[in-house]
């Protein structure tokens, strides 16, 4: 069973490995029908799991990523944590299209998520992008009434820097942060995840195994389909994925020794990095999801680390976003 872990100092406590439903929608392109979904899902919980993260983008338009969570998590609900986030506009298609976390907006799309997830309580709202227009203080106050209100339990920001976290804690305080950050990606330690421990923040990586990079299955990106995000993202392209595929091939061998797979290899090493972070993979299969968990048993020795460090200190080759999504952290 996975050990708990608290987020922060803020009261939110959670299993140690995390759920992310992203991968159950279109963006990681086909696969799996709502029922294998439901299945995976309730397995994790089965397993301990009980962070269970979403978001309106994931809907597509149609809050189906919401309705099949509430769906599967209903006969437990009390026992799990489900987070969910605002912050976009849309296209007819359901495609993010621009930035709106106006009150109005982040009021309507939190009762549409609460319709959506069957529940009368969101455990942790997230502000999924900054808005540009819209003061980050402005933000949390919203989603300061809404707790007051008791519609959600915990404030969360998505892919912020150390300035903006400190301007909304001191409205509302963040009790937890989530941003990209594996082995593939690295960029949080300098500055923002320093910033949410003096805060008191607990930090939930997402793509925790470098959108599959890490695990035993990456393709180069033209053997993906059209619409799969890989096959347009930076790391699969050419010579850099020749190079981040050298890195981890060396991984792969690193976790052999120690009869695990890259995959948790990669997860242990994210466990490591502290008792207030919990990642969130996603999977379509109960076979994987098994693999993940796993992880939570590895134990990781400074030689192991320091190898890590030298198979890949800095991340992977390749910006993690087109210009267009790239977030700059402030």
Known sequence: MLKQRSLGRHGLTVAEIGFGT?????????????????????RAHELGVTLFDTAELHNRGDGSNEIMLGEAVAPFRDEVQIATKFGFTYDDQGNSNGHDSSPANIRRVTENSLRHLGTDVIDVLYQHRQDPNVPVEDVAGTVKELIDEGKVRHFGLSEVGPETLRRAHAVQPVSVLQTEYSLFERGVEAEVLPAARELGIGFVPYSPLGRGFLTSAVRPAEEYEEDDFRRHDARWQGENYRTNKRAVDQLHEL??????????????????????????????????????????DVTLSPADLARIDEIIPHGAVGVRYTSEHLPTWV
């Open 22 to 42: 992203m991968g159950m929608t279109a963006f990681y392109g086909s696969g799996g029908s709502r029922d294998e979904h439901v299945a995976v899902i309730r």
């Open 255 to 296: 976790a052999a020794t120690k009869g695990i797979s890259a995959a948790q290899l990669a997860l242990a090493w994210l466990l490591a990095q502290g008792d207030d972070v919990v990642p969130i993979p996603g999977t379509r299969t109960a076979a994987r999801l098994e693999e993940n968990l796993a992880a939570a």
